[in-house]
């Protein structure tokens, strides 16, 4: 039962609003800061720079929106389908070593239900520098999502693979007693470093890269995640 | 893919165990397992396979090889390497001819004469069964369960349709049109790689794809080619995908194989018929010009440890590398592996690195503690801009970025009316308030008072975009009104100058608006908000108004009804509250909204929640008006 014995109260902010100031704050702790990137991306920024090649069966990994019309180059454009591309930009207009986090909305062309969104909000994160290691990853997760679930939370790293990194692992968070998957992460490869321009022979580290929304939907026990972009005020009021 | 556990179990030289372990111990050191299904006493596992790992593990062989790896136990005899089939070659029996070797690097074939084609025996009908295929007779069946037990595709061809015994690996021509097994008729362009009849020059198969019916195997055969043959992945891939035909053979040329596995299937396949069919092999063929190179590739315990994170020394990294079965050479502190040829996957150090990793299990990295920094965060510069609307009562929405109009058209829309990408975030604001009058009261709001901050897709770019809003449910909507020009004032003192007169003002935001700043607000407090349901059914409203002694108790009051309401009441607010100057008592009104989860409710439900409260306030010494 709601109760108000106010005349007036302020509004409220969304819940992936919310959630983001949150994901800010706790990856601020370890000295990541935050950097973005556009929603309308190039292939190459989207997928060959990351060793996703044209032609590879990789990119069915990916269910991608392309747009009807093409950049000024003659390349093909799309809606961003995670927000990896934002590491290689960052990567291209930075000096090593890099330690940031970039939230932001991604697109896939995918049916929507209770559980999936065609547009949704992911996080990315990069950490280059002389030695970083899967040791710094579990470490940095570790601390993150403690602060984020409680101290009873914990990660677990199962393999799998994805062109950009190697190794390449998926992490498990534990909540409530059960796994759940949020994240994939690995070491950065040496091929997207070398695309960037940094050596890989004196430079190393990971990426990660996550859903917001799942993590959100936990959190907040939402049932269902098109309420998060229904614009249905009973939504975000009732929060 | 569907792996059937028994026949896993053959490779294995120690009992596998119990399903759910061994579920754990995959996903834990090698794939995702997505599910494991009992069918009729065996269990069939559903493991995914990702590109990286498709040369080697779409099969039940390299998936037992994987496993007893991580279960450290040994493999059977049946997992060794198969030894190529002896069979003499005579161009009378069997030729064949190749184009192109860069779109086929071998192609081997044997001819079997004297088969006699039937149906299959039990086992192989109940193993095929157990992954999912069909069974169509002995020779087809042979073929499907080397592919889906060894990994490689073969098909078999009926040399009583062919006009000689010439094999002749070529592109089609622009146009040419081929029958498939499955009776579609398919056009090919110049792309496609075919197999055809070399003396009659008939298409009998898209090459690596799909046979067609020209020299298609049924009851009467007793005559047959078997080609076991090895097809580059770019020339699969463009025609599998366009033409749709994702066939299991196409799916492993696709992502890339071997060649070196096309004389084991040979060899296994022509033995397996001959067990089932009867004949004998009168020929065989081997094309393969330009034989795999050996491979290898040095790792050092020092690359691995700083990639993972730990300390092996090399002594563990040979054991590791040797649990593998790989072979190598030390020197010094490096060890040079002879990469498996199968492994096409293994490039360079970092990937031997990451099998490794796996074996040594990501579970067992210990996290490196990090430090906490302190200082200022910097948080979305645009938070300032909520929070100046929010504490003037605008809550936050968020809506879909595809709308049936806009400047940005999407190539592959999910819905004809989500061709677009939205060019103003008006309409979606438009449409939060009118929801949010309908649900003004249900959200315990006087007035419907929404913002949303994102990205709207011009014709020049992208760019970040504020529009907000409000309503009330009078007509002169001087509430509105009155908000709205509070919000224009506060948006003016940030910067953001905003014009326009309507229920809705949109206006584009400067860059420096998208950058995170450290004086910009955050709105993760410590509470966590828990999202509360709400109902599908209509709502009933009943106001209370009263009298009470004293100013100031509304809380109290609140309290009172609270503990008096069923479950029913879903919120209680005040609305007004007033104190006449010369008055020693003040008036408080509060809404209490009705609703339940179930049904819709009667006037009956709402004057029977209204008791208990109506008389739990008449008791507190309160005046109902």
């Known amino acids: ?239 | 893919m569907l792996y059937s556990k028994k026949i896993l179990q053959t490779y294995i030289a120690e009992p596998l165990p119990k399903d759910e372990e061994l579920v754990e111990r995959i996903s834990l050191y090698a794939f995702e397992v997505e599910g494991v299904e009992e069918r009729g006493g065996d269990s069939v596992f559903d493991i995914s396979v990702l590109p990286n790992r498709a040369h080697d593990c779409l099969s039940h062989r390299g998936m037992a090889r994987e496993i007893a790896t991580v279960l450290n136990v040994a493999l059977t005899d049946a997992a060794q390497p198969y030894a190529a089939l002896e069979a003499s070659t005579d161009d009378a029996l069997l030729s064949v001819t190749v184009d192109s070797p860069a779109a086929c690097p071998r192609y081997s074939a044997v001819r079997i004469q004297g088969v006699k084609v039937g149906p299959s025996p039990a086992w192989l009908v109940e193993s095929l069964a157990a992954i999912g295929q069909r069974s169509i007779n002995n020779v087809v069946d042979a073929t499907n369960y080397i592919l889906n037990t060894l990994g490689q595709p073969l098909h078999a061809f009926d040399v009583s349709k062919m006009a000689g015994s010439h094999i002749h690996v070529r592109f089609a021509n622009e146009g040419e049109k081929i029958t498939l097994l499955s009776g579609d008729e398919v056009t090919l362009t110049s792309d496609a790689l075919c197999i055809a009849d070399g003396t009659s020059n008939a298409l009998l198969g898209i090459a690596g794809i799909k046979g067609g019916t020209a020299a298609q195997v049924d009851v009467e055969t007793t005559d047959i080619i078997l080609e076991s043959a090895n097809f580059a992945s770019s020339g699969i891939r463009k025609i599998a995908r366009p033409y749709n035909l994702l066939t299991d053979a196409a799916k492993r040329f696709e992502q890339g194989l071997t060649p070196e596995l096309a004389h084991e299937g040979l060899a296994a396949c022509a033995k397996l018929i001959l067990e089932l069919a009867g004949g004998n092999v009168c020929a065989g063929v081997d094309v393969y010009p330009e034989p795999q190179s050996q491979k290898h590739i040095t790792v050092s315990a020092e690359a691995c440890n700083k990639v993972l994170g730990t300390q092996l020394s090399v002594e563990e990294l040979e054991s590791i590398v040797r649990r593998r079965g790989w072979k190598y050479e030390v020197t010094g502190n490096t060890l040079t592996i002879a990469v498996p040829k199968e492994r096409l996957d293994l490039e360079s150090e970092i990937d031997i690195i990451d099998d490794v990793g796996q074996l040594y299990g990501f579970g067992n990295i210990e996290a490196r503690p990090q430090t906490v920094v302190g200082g200022e965060v910097a948080y979305p510069a645009a938070n300032t801009i909520r929070a100046a609307l929010m504490s003037l009562g605008f809550s936050e929405v968020y809506t879909y970025a595809f709308r049936n109009e806009g400047n940005v058209e999407v190539a592959n829309p999910i819905a004809s009316d989500k061709a677009f990408l939205r060019s103003t975030l008006v309409t979606g604001v438009t449409e939060s308030l009118e929801k949010g009058l309908v649900y003004a009261d249900e959200v315990c709001r006087t007035s419907a008072a929404y913002f949303e901050i994102d990205t709207v897709f011009l014709p020049e770019g992208e760019r970040l975009a504020l529009a907000f809003g409000a309503r009330d449910t009078t007509k002169k909507q001087t509430l509105a009104r009155g908000l709205m020009q509070q919000a224009q004032d506060a948006l003016a003192n940030l910067g953001v100058a905003v014009q326009g007169d309507t229920q809705v003002v949109e206006v584009l935001l400067d860059a420096s608006w998208s950058e995170t700043i450290s004086t910009a607000p955050h709105f993760d407090t410590d509470e966590q908000r828990v999202f509360a349901p709400f109902s599908p059914y209509p709502s009933i409203i009943r106001d209370i108004a009263l009298f009470a002694p004293s100013a100031g108790i509304e809380e109290e009051i609140a309290a009172r009804i609270v503990s008096a309401a069923p479950e029913l009441v879903r919120s209680v607010r005040l609305f007004d509250v007033f104190t006449k100057p010369d008055e020693a008592r003040t008036s408080y009104a509060f809404r209490l909204v009705l609703q339940a989860f179930d049904r819709t409710l009667t006037e009956a439900d709402a004057a029977a929640a209204m008791e208990p409260i109506t008389l739990a306030l008449t008791q507190a010494g309160y005046e109902i008006r």
């Not at chain 1, 969304?14 to 100031?21: F, L, Q, S």
């Not at chain 1, 059960?178 to 990971?206: I, R, S």
């Open chain 1, 1 to 239: 039962m709601k109760v108000i014995t106010t005349l007036t109260r302020p509004g409220v902010a969304h819940p992936m609003t919310v959630c983001i100031d949150r994901l800010i704050g706790v990856f601020a702790e370890l000295g990541f800061s935050v950097a973005q990137g556009p929603e309308i991306e190039t292939e190459y920024y989207n997928f060959d720079a990351l060793n996703i090649p044209a032609d590879h069966p990789a990119r069915d990994m990916w269910d991608t929106f392309w747009l009807k019309e093409l950049a000024e180059d003659g390349s093909r454009r799309l809606l961003r389908t995670h927000t990896s591309p934002v590491q290689i930009r960052h990567m291209k207009e930075h000096d090593a070593p890099y330690k940031i986090i970039a939230p932001g909305k991604v697109y896939r062309h995918e049916a929507t239900d209770a559980t999936h969104e065609a547009q949704f909000y992911q996080i990315e994160g990069l950490w280059i520098a002389r030695d970083v290691s899967l040791a710094d990853l579990r470490g940095v997760l570790l601390h993150v999502f403690k602060k984020l679930l409680g101290e009873d939370a914990d990660i677990r790293f199962r393999p799998t693979y994805f062109p950009f990194v190697e190794p390449g692992v998926e992490i498990d968070v534990k909540f409530r007693g059960k796994w759940l998957e949020v994240m994939g992460a690995g070491m950065v490869h040496p091929k997207v470093l070398e695309n960037c321009g940094v050596d890989p022979k004196t430079h190393q580290g990971f990426a990660f890269g996550g859903g917001i929304d799942r993590l959100l939907m936990l959190l907040y026990n939402v049932p269902d995640v098109r309420m998060l972009y229904s614009g249905d005020p009973r939504f975000v009021e009732n929060c």
